[in-house]
């Protein structure tokens, strides 16, 4: 079911604290709040995120309700100790531009970069383990962007990006190991149903909209191989405890699996591209992307 926003900004990135309470960001530096699990949103003031690049929240961590961390277009990381209301800046030690977070825990979590401009051929992650005060830099992928990072246990995470480039940490992201992938792709989201099976929203390095795949892992992430091509560009991707696995991109289109991946179903809901899924409970699926799009569905 398609929600209003209040907004007509994109919308890239969300976080749920819990089943109820959730916030999203993006373009403008735009940054919402549901607490009735996506179903109403209040628009809270936006963060200044600008920079060079754009104007847009790229990465949106909660602890609970009060303490968070963004990131974004700009040179600083940002943190709130009131809910969203206001953001402290602190300078970020590096010259590239934050394109996701990630937090293991409390304390434990990271950003991935890309360099400057729209190249995109090379990223870096960085580590904190005192809940995002100072950042030192763990890892220097030459490969490509990154994107994305999860975590499937405080040990083993993954990271996916441009390009192809693909990583994976066994112990909680303090060294990295170069992974592989099929294809030069920009892998942007994942989702994992186990420890060791996952599945990858991808598309072409270039930009081109007209072309998507849908990737899977079954050792970690340590290797990633396409196992559906799409004529549109696949972005979201999304995984409950009860097997369902949702991939969305855009002009609407979105696949859904209810069996491992083995067979997907395709639906369109809506007409705008979708940027990020996340299960925000069992089974409420909330979706956000471009002009403020924002919907939510009964898995």
């Given at each position: 079911?398609?929600?209003?926003?209040?907004?007509?900004?994109?919308l890239i990135i969300s976080h749920f604290v819990s089943p109820t309470l959730g916030f999203a960001g993006g373009t403008n530096g735009t940054l919402l709040k549901t607490t009735d699990t996506g179903t109403t949103w209040q628009t809270l003031p936006p963060v200044a995120v600008a920079g060079n690049s754009g104007t847009g929240i790229y990465g949106l961590w909660f602890f609970d309700a009060m303490n968070g961390v963004a990131v974004g277009d700009g040179q600083n990381i940002f943190q709130t100790y009131n809910g969203g209301n206001s953001w402290s800046a602190t300078p970020f030690s590096s010259s590239f531009i934050p394109r996701c977070l990630y937090f293991i825990n409390q304390n434990v979590g990271f950003i991935g970069t890309?360099?400057?401009?729209?190249?995109?051929?090379?990223?870096?992650?960085?580590?904190?383990?005192?809940?995002?005060?100072?950042?030192?830099?763990?890892?220097?992928?030459?490969?490509g962007a990154v994107f994305n990072i999860e975590f499937t246990s405080f040990n083993n995470g993954i990271a996916t990006g441009n390009y192809g480039a693909a990583m994976w940490t066994t112990d909680a992201g303090l060294t990295w190991n170069q992974g592989t992938m099929d294809q030069s792709t920009m892998a942007t989201h994942t989702a994992f149903i186990s420890p060791m099976v996952g599945f990858a929203s991808a598309g072409p390095a270039n930009g081109d909209t007209t072309y998507g795949a849908l990737l899977q892992t079954s050792d970690g992430g340590h290797s990633w191989h396409t196992i559906m091509n799409t004529p549109y560009l696949l972005q979201a991707m999304a995984a409950n405890?009860?097997?369902?696995?949702?991939?969305a991109g855009w002009t609407g289109n979105t696949l859904e699996s209810t069996d491992g991946g083995l067979t997907w179903k395709h639906n369109q809901v809506g007409s705008n591209r979708w940027v990020r899924s996340e299960f925000a409970s069992p089974t409420r699926e909330v979706m956000i992307g471009g002009n403020g799009s924002i919907a939510t569905g009964e898995k």
């Open positions: 079911m398609m929600r209003s926003s209040g907004t007509n900004s994109t890309t360099d400057p401009g729209t190249a995109g051929g090379d990223g870096e992650i960085w580590r904190t383990s005192d809940g995002g005060s100072s950042w030192s830099k763990v890892y220097i992928c030459s490969t405890a009860k097997g369902v696995i949702t991939a």
